[in-house]
C-alpha cells in the first residue's frame, strides 16, 4: 500500500503519487477544507483525462502535442451528465422504497446457491457477481433485462473487454493509437458486443413505445424516467443515446456493488462471532414491520448498517477521493501553489486509520458506528453508510459525493440479509485471519479466487 507508506513517511505534507498515468499530488486530510469552494480545482476535468468510477482510462492528453485522443469515442465509457444524474438523485433513489420488495424477489428468484447440509467451500464472487448485474439491469434497464441473459453478459463483458483493450492501446504513444487501435486483440470483440447491445435496447424501446409510451415497469426503470425527461427530448428514439447511458451506469454499479458485497461476505467469515447479533436484529426489525424487509426497516437495523460501515472503512475500493484537476494556477490560504494542470486527490485512507478520529484504528470493529449512533439522540443520524463528511469520504465529498450511494446501501443489505439468514458462514479450513485484497493502483479489490464456508442454517 504505497499510499499509505507515503503517509506515515510524510504526516501532514503533500506528495506525489506516479501512476501508469502520471503523478498526482497527495494532498493531507487537514487540506480538505482549503480545497473546498476553489473553482480552478475540477472534478470534471480530472475525470475527463482520468477515469470513470470504475476506474476505467477514458481519456488520455499527450504532454507532447497536447492533442487528445479519446478512449471514450471508442469504448463509449465515461459518466453520466449533469441531467442524468439528477434523473438518477430526484427520479430513481426516491423509487428505492417500492424497490426493496422487487430486489428482494429478484434475489430469491435468482438465488444461486445449494442450502449445503455439510460446510461447502464456494467461490463466491461470481454468484455475487451476476446478482448484482441482475439487480441492476432492473433497476436502470427493466424486468425483461433482469431476466435476459444475453444482456447480463453484455453488460458484464463488455466493460472486461474495454478495460483489456484499453490496456493494449495504453502500450502504443499517442500519435499512433488512432491509427493501430482497431488491429489491437479484443476490438472485433468489443465491437460485437456493443452491437448486440443495440439491438437488445432498440427492441425494449419498441416495445415501451408499442405500450403507448408508459413505463414497462412498476416502479419505473432509470430507462422509463430518461425516455420521459423534458431534458432528453427524442430520447424515446435515441438507440444509441440508451445504450451508452446502459452502459455506464453497469460501468459505474455492477463491480461496485459485487466488491462491496464481497467484502462484507469476508468479513463476516473471518468475524462470524458477529452472526448471532446480526440475526437478532434482523428478525426483530423485520417482525416489527410484518414480517417483511421495507425501506424503513433497513434503515432501522443499526448494527447491520454499523457492520457495513466498518467493512469499508478498512476495505474502501476507492483508496483515494476527492479527486480534482486545477484549470487555472491556484495558491491556498496556507500558501501552497498548485500550477495548472495538477491532479489533486485526498488520500481516503489517512482518514481511515487515523488513531486520532477512530480508536484502535486498525481493528475490525463490527458495531463501532453502532455504539456511536446509539450513544446519544443527537448522534442517531450521524456515521451512517451513507453519510458524506470530512471522517466519511468512502462515497467522496461534496456535491460530487456519490449519488449511488442510496442504491448501493439497500442492494448490499438485501444482499447480505439473504446469506446471514439462511447461512452459516466461515473461513475455509486452516485459513487464519482476512484473505488479503488486491489493490491495483488508487483501487483495492476482493481476491475473485476466495473461497467462504457455507452451511445451510440449521
Known amino acids: 500500500m504505497i499510499c499509505h507508506i507515503n503517509i506515515v513517511k510524510f504526516p501532514g505534507q503533500p506528495f506525489g503519487l506516479s501512476t501508469t498515468e502520471g503523478t498526482s499530488i497527495v494532498i493531507p486530510p487537514s487540506y480538505l477544507d482549503q480545497l473546498r469552494g476553489q473553482k480552478a480545482l475540477s472534478f470534471g476535468a480530472f475525470l475527463d483525462e482520468e477515469v470513470s468510477d470504475s476506474g476505467y482510462i477514458i481519456t488520455r492528453r499527450s504532454p507532447s502535442n497536447n492533442q ?33 420488495p422487487v430486489i428482494q424477489q429478484l434475489i430469491q428468484q435468482h438465488w444461486p446457491l445449494q442450502k449445503f447440509q455439510d460446510y461447502q467451500a464456494v467461490k463466491l464472487y461470481p454468484h455475487v457477481h451476476l446478482l448484482s448485474s441482475r439487480i441492476s439491469a ?33 502500450e502504443w504513444s499517442t500519435p499512433l493509437r488512432p491509427l493501430v487501435y482497431t488491429w489491437l486483440p479484443g476490438w472485433a470483440d468489443l465491437r460485437k458486443k456493443w452491437d448486440e447491445g443495440r439491438d437488445i435496447i432498440r427492441e425494449a424501446l419498441r416495445k415501451r ?17 430518461l425516455v420521459d425527461s423534458d431534458e432528453h427530448p427524442g430520447a424515446a428514439d435515441d438507440v444509441e443515446k440508451q445504450l451508452v447511458v446502459q452502459m455506464q451506469l453497469c460501468v459505474a454499479a455492477i463491480q461496485a456493488l459485487s466488491s462491496s458485497t464481497m467484502q462484507c461476505l469476508i468479513d463476516l467469515a473471518t468475524h462470524n462471532d458477529i452472526l448471532p447479533e446480526l440475526r437478532a436484529e434482523i ?6 414491520h410484518g414480517g417483511v424487509l421495507t ?121 447480505l440479509i439473504e446469506f446471514i439468514v439462511n447461512y452459516d458462514i466461515r473461513n475455509v479450513d486452516g485459513h487464519v485471519g482476512r484473505p488479503k485484497n488486491i489493490e491495483i493502483e488508487g483501487l483495492c479489490i476482493p481476491d475473485p479466487e476466495c473461497k467462504i464456508m457455507l452451511r445451510a442454517r440449521r
Not at 70 to 82: I, M, V
Not at 140 to 168: C, M, P, V
Request: aromatic share 10%; charged share 25%; net charge positive.
Open 68 to 100: 487528445q485522443f479519446a478512449f471514450k469515442s471508442y469504448t463509449k465509457l465515461g459518466n453520466l451528465d449533469e441531467d442524468q444524474i439528477n434523473i438518477l438523485v430526484k427520479k430513481l433513489n426516491p423509487t428505492l422504497p417500492q424497490y426493496v
Open 283 to 288: 428478525h426483530q426489525v423485520t417482525e416489527k
Open 138 to 170: 432492473r433497476t436502470f434497464q427493466g424486468s425483461a433485462a433482469a431476466n435476459d441473459d444475453k444482456w447480463l453478459d453484455i453488460a458484464t463483458t463488455y466493460i472486461h473487454l474495454a478495460i483489456e483493450w484499453t490496456n493494449g492501446l495504453r
Open 209 to 225: 413505445k408499442a405500450k403507448g409510451s408508459h413505463s414497462m415497469d412498476d416502479p419505473p426503470s432509470f430507462m422509463d424516467f
Open 295 to 415: 425501506k424503513q426497516g433497513l434503515s432501522e437495523m443499526l448494527k447491520l448498517d454499523s457492520f457495513v460501515k466498518e467493512t469499508q472503512r478498512l476495505n474502501s475500493q476507492d483508496l483515494t477521493t476527492m479527486q480534482r484537476k486545477a484549470t487555472a494556477d491556484l495558491k491556498l490560504p496556507n500558501g501552497m501553489f498548485i500550477p495548472k494542470g495538477t491532479k489533486v486527490i485526498l488520500p481516503s485512507i489517512a482518514i481511515n486509520l487515523d488513531e486520532e478520529i477512530f480508536e484502535d484504528a486498525q481493528r475490525f470493529d463490527a458495531f463501532r458506528f453502532y455504539r456511536s449512533r446509539t450513544s446519544s439522540e443527537d448522534k442517531k443520524t450521524s456515521h451512517q453508510l451513507v453519510s458524506v463528511g470530512k471522517k466519511d469520504l468512502a462515497w467522496g465529498y461534496g456535491k460530487h459525493a456519490c449519488p449511488g450511494r442510496f442504491m448501493a446501501d439497500v442492494v448490499v443489505k438485501l444482499l
